[in-house]
C-alpha cells in the first residue's frame, strides 16, 4: 500500500501568517491516465472533512485562494497564504492513484 | 443543492452484521463513483471502500466481510457489514467522487461493535 507520510502532525499558527503542510508518498502518484491524484482534505472540530484541492494544486468550489496546492510525484505542499480563525481543524493529504486508497495521518492546525 | 444522508448505523456485538444507507439527491446519481470513509474515535480518516463503473474496491481490511452496493433507481450506496470487530468501531461517512474521492459528504453514521 502506498503509505503518506504528513509533516508536521501539529502546526500552531499565528493569524495572518502563512503555513505550509508538507504531503510525501512511498510510490510516485502519477496515474497512467497521466494525472496525479493528490488531495488535501479540512475537518474542522466536530464537522466532515472537506475537500479542498483536487489533483495537486485544483481548488474545490467555495474553497479560498487562500488555499493553494504544489507538488509532483511524491512530494506535496498544502499551503495557507494567511492563516484564519476558521482555519482551525486536521488536514488529510489522500492518494487516489492506487488502490488501496490513503490518507496522511493528518496535521492539526492550531492558533497560538 | 447536493446532500448526502447517511443511515443504519447502531450498537452491535462482535459477529452481527449492520447494512449502512446513503441517500443522496442534487446530483446525477448515476454518473458518480461513490466511496465509503471511516474515522475511529480520535483517529484519522481510513478509506474504506468505492463503487464505480470499473468496480468495487474494497480496504484490506474489511474485504472478505464489507460489500458495497447502489441502487441508482433509489440515489443510494449501501455498504452490508457482516462479521463486525470491535475495530470496525467508527463514524462511517459516505462520500460522492468527481475528479477523485470526497468532492461531497455526508455527515456520518455512528457504529459501535461491543459486547
Known amino acids: 500500500d502506498v503509505v503518506m507520510t504528513q509533516s508536521p502532525l501539529s502546526l500552531p499558527v499565528t493569524l495572518g501568517q502563512p503555513a505550509s503542510i508538507s504531503c510525501r508518498s512511498s510510490?510516485?502518484?502519477?496515474?497512467?491516465?497521466?494525472?496525479?491524484?493528490l488531495n488535501w482534505f479540512q475537518q474542522r472540530p466536530g464537522q466532515s472533512p472537506r475537500r479542498l484541492i483536487y489533483?495537486?494544486?485544483n481548488r474545490d468550489s467555495g474553497v479560498p485562494d487562500r488555499f493553494s496546492g504544489s507538488g509532483s510525484d511524491t512530494d506535496f505542499t498544502l499551503k495557507i497564504s494567511s492563516v484564519e480563525a476558521e482555519d482551525v481543524g486536521v488536514y488529510y493529504c489522500?492518494?487516489?492513484?492506487?488502490?488501496?486508497?490513503?490518507f496522511g495521518r493528518g496535521t492539526k492546525v492550531e492558533i497560538k | 443543492e447536493v446532500q448526502l444522508l447517511e443511515s443504519g448505523g447502531g450498537l452491535v456485538q462482535p459477529g452481527e452484521s449492520l447494512r449502512l444507507s446513503c441517500a443522496t439527491s442534487?446530483?446525477?446519481?448515476?454518473?458518480?463513483?461513490m466511496t465509503w470513509v471511516r474515522q475511529a474515535p480520535g483517529k484519522g480518516l481510513e478509506w474504506v471502500s468505492s463503487?464505480?463503473?470499473?468496480?468495487?474496491f474494497y480496504a484490506d481490511s474489511v474485504r472478505g466481510r464489507f460489500t458495497i452496493s447502489r441502487d441508482d433507481s433509489k440515489n443510494t450506496v449501501y455498504l452490508q457489514m457482516n462479521s463486525l470487530r470491535v475495530e470496525d468501531t467508527a463514524v462511517y461517512y459516505c462520500?460522492?467522487?468527481?475528479?477523485?474521492?470526497?468532492?461531497?459528504w455526508g455527515q456520518g453514521t455512528q457504529v459501535t461493535v461491543s459486547s
Open positions: 462520500a460522492k467522487n468527481f475528479k477523485d474521492v470526497g468532492e461531497y
Open positions: 442534487g446530483f446525477t446519481f448515476s454518473d458518480y463513483a
Open positions: 463503487i464505480a463503473y470499473i468496480g468495487t
Open positions: 510510490q510516485s502518484l502519477v496515474h497512467s491516465d497521466g494525472k496525479t491524484h
Open positions: 489533483q495537486v494544486s
Open positions: 489522500m492518494q487516489g492513484t492506487h488502490w488501496p486508497r490513503t
